[in-house]
């Protein structure tokens, strides 16, 4: 009997001791990998053991203490599965305990505990170091101290705020980011001046003043330059405080060098606001001599846009040198829109011909892109203004200047306005300038376009001219097509022989090619049909006749029957001779 309780009391241990190094393993594995290995056989033991009861209490018979123990083991068994998440985190947070996010992680775990959520947001704190840490370690302190703020504890929240005033982080931005919480909080219980009151603090001069990327120095003498907290207090302020007392905090800002172009445009229209205009425009002034372009752009359009509506046509001269002073080193990125308010500004208060003068810098000082546009806008002013023979030089430049699409959408326009004025041969001109940038295989419309209008105010000389050039034109594509192919072609020869199978393929592509194009250009050249020559329009009939001997000497002049007879040639004198006897035979004894 005393061996059967000495066996069932070492059982008993074993099993306790297996559980104690199951847990022991639990809690000081490294890795994720381990942490697996050991949970799924901890959990298989626990399984095992609830089967192994099972059987027992099947065989044996059941009993009160079995049912009792039974429950044990499932319970046991049940608090292992549920406790899986929080061991994982802390096989995590061993590997690195200055992983912030890890940390809130846990927070959420410990859901509906506040003992153990207090518990765990203390260990964080005290455990993470700025330097080291991995996110951002003031999310810890702004999240422990809403937690007192969901459970109604402002005053515990406001000393964890203190507190955490107090670390040196790693970053100036995270304590500007503390400070704008902690402001943001009192804001949210009403607690005004007590928040205008915090952020005047945070931003107060420091005993011993550093500059903003000093590292040597602890991020609270650096938060002084911080424009997040600034330009939160600056808000409040407006909203909140008197006039002076946010017109100083401007002006501070600005003193301290840490202005923003949007800073800059805020404080002018609160000034504006207060009827202060001249002080807006000296703000603007300031804010131009602080930054350089493109970060000045918004502040000048801004300005320009505010000193138009403020004064109008009465200081024309001042606002003239304050849009060439804007002129003066601007990008072509951003001279459109400030060419196009100084347009605006001539036209409605100045000199049309300075308007003018304005549209025709602004064709040269703009992007390429923005060339044709500006073009478009310059001939529709111009038209409005003077008229639209006026724009027949701007057409001129515009075709010279823009690229070859654009050019003949222009050209296309300069012609159709010729049309309509009645200037046939101008339109004629142009149609046969742009003709020669555009490839009838690529730019049918054109070729069509210049159909209909011969066929409305031509004949059949200036058609068969425009069909000369046509073909023309298209012969000239086609060569520099060959040329093209037979440069590939060059340059495909010398390379190595060697250099496969697959490099021939591809010369022998390039000759097909090459051959197809060569076809093609045959094909295309204009051929010269028998008895059909084309001559100027212009040229007498004297001269045509010359042409048409020297073209064909062996040609045959046949009179029409409807040519009048001064138009008839000279007659041929014919030399006349004796016909031999021979030929007459028997019939000239008869």
């Known amino acids: 009997c005393s061996l059967d309780v000495y066996l069932l009391l070492s059982h008993v241990f074993s099993l306790f001791q297996a559980r104690d190094v199951y847990e022991e393993a639990i809690q000081t594995v490294m890795t994720v990998r381990d942490f697996t290995q050991v949970f799924d056989s901890y959990a298989q033991f626990e399984e095992s053991m609830i089967a192994a009861k099972m059987e027992t209490t099947s065989e044996l018979g059941k009993e009160e203490e079995d049912d009792v123990d039974l429950e044990l083991r499932l319970a046991r068994f049940e608090q292992l599965i549920n406790r899986r998440p929080l061991l994982l985190n802390s096989v995590l947070l061993r590997q690195n305990p200055h992983n912030v996010h890890e ?104 005993g011993k003043k550093a500059e903003y990327f000093d590292t040597s120095e602890p991020v609270q003498n650096r938060l002084y330059k911080s424009l997040k907290v600034w330009s939160m207090l600056a808000d409040l302020e407006e909203s909140l405080g008197t006039f002076k007392a946010t017109k100083a905090v401007y002006d501070r800002i600005l003193d301290l060098r840490i202005a923003t172009p949007q800073i800059i445009i805020n404080y002018a229209l609160f000034l504006e606001e207060h009827k202060y205009f001249e002080e807006s425009f000296k703000v603007y002034e300031r804010g131009i001599s602080l930054f350089r372009w493109p970060n000045v752009y918004d502040i000048w359009n801004t300005y320009l846009t505010k000193f138009i509506d403020r004064y109008g046509g009465k200081k024309l001269e001042r606002a003239r040198d304050l849009f060439e002073q804007a002129l003066d080193g601007c990008p072509r990125k951003f001279a459109k829109t400030i060419y196009l308010l100084y347009a605006k500004l001539e036209e409605e208060f100045g000199l049309a011909r300075h308007a003018m003068a304005v549209y025709d810098r602004a064709t040269r000082a703009v992007e390429p892109t923005e060339q044709y546009e500006m073009y478009n806008i310059y001939i529709k002013r111009a038209a409005e203004i003077y008229g639209v023979t006026y724009t027949r030089s701007i057409y001129e430049k515009a075709i010279e200047v823009l690229s070859d699409e654009h050019s003949r959408e222009m050209c296309l326009r300069f012609a159709d306005m010729e049309s309509k004025l009645g200037e046939i041969d101008r339109a004629r001109a142009i149609y046969s300038y742009c003709s020669q940038m555009c490839d009838p295989r690529l730019t049918a419309t054109f070729w069509q376009t210049w159909k209909d209008f011969e066929i409305r105010h031509g004949n059949e000389d200036t058609i068969r001219e425009m069909l000369r050039l046509k073909r023309s034109v298209q012969a000239t594509y086609n060569t520099q097509v060959n040329f093209m192919a037979s440069q590939m072609l060059k340059i495909s020869s010398t390379t190595d022989s060697a250099s496969g199978q697959k490099e021939m393929d591809d010369m022998k592509l390039l000759e097909q090619r090459a051959e197809q194009l060569a076809a093609e250009a045959e094909k295309d050249k204009p051929r010269v049909k028998e008895k059909i020559l084309f001559v100027r329009s212009d040229a007498s009939r004297s001269e045509l006749a010359e042409l048409t001997k020297e073209a064909n000497p062996d040609e045959i002049d046949i009179d029409e029957d409807d040519e009048s007879n001064e138009d008839e040639p000279d007659e041929v004198n014919l030399q006349q001779r004796t016909v031999p006897s021979a030929v007459f035979g028997g019939l000239k004894d008869d």
Request: hydrophobic share 35%; glycine share 4%; proline share 4%.
């Open 103 to 206: 940390w809130h992680k846990r927070v959420k775990l410990y859901e509906g505990k506040p003992r153990e959520i207090i518990n765990t947001y203390t260990e964080a704190v005290q455990t993470v170091d700025p330097f080291k840490a991995t996110g951002k370690p003031h999310g810890l302190w702004v999240a422990f101290a809403k937690f007192y703020e969901e459970n109604g504890q402002i005053e515990d929240a406001r000393t964890i705020f203190e507190k955490a005033t107090k670390v040196n982080y790693k970053h100036v931005d995270d304590l500007a980011s503390l400070w704008c919480e902690y402001g943001e909080m009192e804001l949210r219980h009403e607690n005004y001046d007590q928040a205008l009151h915090i952020l005047r603090k945070a931003t107060s001069m420091p």
